[in-house]
């Protein structure tokens, strides 16, 4: 690239705010390190070589999470953990128990080993405070409070136990409500965090995973008290799900979000969502991982990125990523296309 890539937080915060800053932002929530150790050319085993890859690749924060244990151990009474190679990332990969899970009755919950708030590790944020360079902040980010209830009692437990026994699920989604947010509490007030990512996947692609009045009741108090972190502090609050969510956009803006994430395409249409929601809604990610991303050219990658860039990111409110995170099956061309792309036809106001 011609011009000196250097972070500004501000144009990351105006797009998520739904304004327009000088050039659409780049956002990821995960990118591999096979993919980071591609861009550096070495190895990337530390956090100074990712902070050096999000600011060399054109990014204006690094996503950090607090390194917390909510399921110790892995092991539930029916079921084991199965674990298998991953295609996903360069690592094992864990797969949830979908029949009994760790927790399936009240003893069993009474009995539960809980992390303490003092047990959880934020130092990362700490270093990271230390190296980020100027105009860097950090993305304090973790999520699933819905998630990891459905996961410690198993997916049919959790299902079972919405009809018969309401009051396990209302128990273990506030105790892990209140964990989580108090995660999300401490997070906001660390040096450098300029915004906060709720992450929890709530959706196939063909609708959502439980009734909405299941969220309504037992997620989405939650967000909002998440929200109202980030409103006190005024700084962006971004969100993640994976699918189908029409039928609870309007709760999610109910909660307070000010950016989603990643619209899968297969799930939802992007250009029907900016009609709807822009100028409301910042709108991040969409790139094709079924195919563009992972089996198509950098060509068709460079194509697909700037069509998105064309018809959302007009006015401001859009962000460029992938249409869920950068596993290490995505060619490392398609990944530096896609960076590329955006740095060179992203630039306001849009050719």
């Known amino acids: 690239m011609s011009r000196k890539i250097t972070p500004n937080f501000q144009r990351l915060r105006t797009a998520l705010f739904c304004g327009q800053p000088d050039r659409v932002p780049l956002v990821e929530l995960a990118i591999d390190p096979s993919i980071r150790e591609a861009f550096l050319g070495r190895p990337a085993v530390d956090l100074k070589a990712e902070i050096e890859f999000y600011t060399r690749a054109g990014y204006d924060a690094i996503k950090i999470s607090p390194i917390v244990d909510i399921n110790p151990g892995r092991r539930e009474p029916g079921e084991s953990w199965r674990t298998t190679d991953s295609l996903e990332f360069s690592r094992g990969r864990v797969w949830a128990p979908q ?16 992390p303490r708030p003092e047990e959880i590790d934020y130092s990362r944020f700490e270093e990271a405070a230390k ?93 909002k008290k998440i929200s109202k972190l980030c409103i006190d502090r005024d700084i962006p609050f971004m969100y993640h799900s994976d699918g189908k969510l029409d039928q609870v956009m309007d709760d999610l803006l109910d909660c307070g ?58 006015g401001g409110g859009y962000c460029v990523s992938s249409s869920n995170s950068i596993p290490s099956y995505v060619p490392f061309a398609n990944y530096r296309a896609m960076v590329q792309t955006a740095l060179r036809f992203g630039r306001y106001p849009l050719a």
Not at 131 to 142: E, F, R, S, V
Not at 157 to 186: K, R, W
Not at 263 to 279: F, H, S, T, V, W
Not at 301 to 312: G, K, S
């Open 99 to 114: 029949g009994a899970g760790m927790i399936t009755t009240t003893r069993e919950l009474e009995s539960y080993r809980w």
């Open 131 to 223: 190296l980020l360079p100027q105009g860097m902040k950090i993305i304090g980010q973790y999520g699933d409070i819905f998630t990891w209830a459905w996961t410690l009692m198993g997916f049919e437990t959790f299902s079972f136990a919405l009809v018969d026994n309401p009051q396990l699920v209302e128990q273990v989604m506030n105790i892990l409500g209140e964990l989580i947010t108090g995660m999300f509490a401490t997070m906001a007030d660390l040096p450098q965090v300029g915004a906060l990512w709720y992450t929890d996947d709530l959706a196939f692609k063909t609708g959502l995973l439980v009734s909405p009045k299941v969220l309504r009741a037992h997620l989405f108090p939650w967000m």
């Open 257 to 314: 979000i000010n950016a989603l994430h990643p619209i899968e395409p297969q799930a939802m249409d992007i250009r029907e969502l900016n009609r709807k929601y822009g100028g409301r809604l910042c709108l991040i990610g969409n790139l094709d991982l079924e195919y563009t991303l992972t089996r198509g050219t950098p060509q068709e990658v460079e194509m697909e990125t700037r069509a998105l860039i064309r018809d959302v990111g007009p």
